[in-house]
Nanobody
Framework: QVQLVESGGGLVQPGGSLRLSCAASGSIFGFYRMGWYRQAPGKQRELVATVLSGGSTNYTNSVKGRFTISRDDAKNTVYLQMNSLKPEDTAVYYC??????????WGQGTQVTVSS
């Protein structure tokens, strides 16, 4: 059973930056897709960004040009670099991994708060 552990969240002022990390307890080499989702209070969880095993990335429109997702298979870690943060980016951010054979995995979430 692979476990995903997020870190890097916190409080940041508007315009600031944070880098989230998602460390897997096992190899992420077999994960077809890894990504980040977020859930703001009173809202549904939404997809933020994904990266495929081949390196292709996808972003929701609201974060394009500001966020960058990357994966380091050697370190079993996925990152989300978040720049030019806005108050509307405030949410709990969850790491997600999809293995076509064994299923879908979620981390426990990390809080990101953008406020002055």
């Amino acid at each position: 059973q692979v476990q995903l552990v997020e870190s890097g969240g916190g409080l940041v002022q508007p315009g600031g930056s944070l880098r989230l990390s998602c460390a897997a307890s096992g190899s992420i080499f077999g994960f077809y897709r890894m990504g980040w989702y977020r859930q703001a209070p009173g809202k549904q969880r939404e997809l933020v960004a994904t990266v495929l095993s081949g390196g292709s990335t996808n972003y929701t429109n609201s974060v394009k040009g500001r966020f960058t997702i990357s994966r380091d298979d050697a370190k079993n870690t996925v990152y989300l670099q978040m720049n030019s943060l806005k108050p509307e980016d405030t949410a709990v951010y969850y790491c997600n991994a999809v293995n076509l054979r064994t299923g879908i995995y979620w981390g426990q979430g990390t809080q990101v708060t953008v406020s002055s």
